[in-house]
């Protein structure tokens, strides 16, 4: 397998250097906890001794290189189009309402990862109920 030798980030993605030349290129919404830090935060980075792995000991990432080098592409789902509807919607908060993790959350939202339909349902019936709240203030 090959090796990190370099990472670097350009135009909302990361991209990877390997000991091969080879250089990989992945967009940050893969990786929210990165998307959210600032460029001094991601620069603070260490390959593991055997280079297939990437930390940020700052904001406690950890990457594999099998993450960095899969061509996996964002899709869409119903959860990534209601925030995108509604974009000032607070991911932490109602992670936490849901008893999910806000990195979780947010890989439904880039839709890097996508929900099972029962987890689907679960998110945009809780987004329902804050909008029957709100509606009736």
Not at 83 to 112: C, D, W
């Amino acid at each position: 397998m090959e090796k990190i030798t370099k990472i670097s980030f350009a135009e909302g993605n990361i991209c990877t250097i390997t000991d091969a030349g080879k250089e990989y290129r992945k967009a940050l919404e893969f990786f929210p906890t990165l998307l959210d830090a600032t460029p001094a935060q991601r620069e603070l980075y260490t390959i593991n001794k055997f280079g297939d792995a990437v930390r940020w000991a700052e904001i406690d990432e950890d990457i594999h290189i099998t993450s960095l080098i899969d061509g996996a592409q964002p899709t869409e789902n119903a959860v990534a189009k209601a925030f995108q509807k509604f974009p000032f919607l607070n991911v932490s908060e109602i992670a936490r309402s849901l008893g999910m993790h806000k990195s979780l959350l947010s890989k439904y939202i880039y839709g890097t990862k996508k929900p099972s339909k029962e987890r689907e349902k679960e998110i945009l019936e809780a987004l329902r109920e804050m909008g029957r709240q709100l509606a009736n203030l």
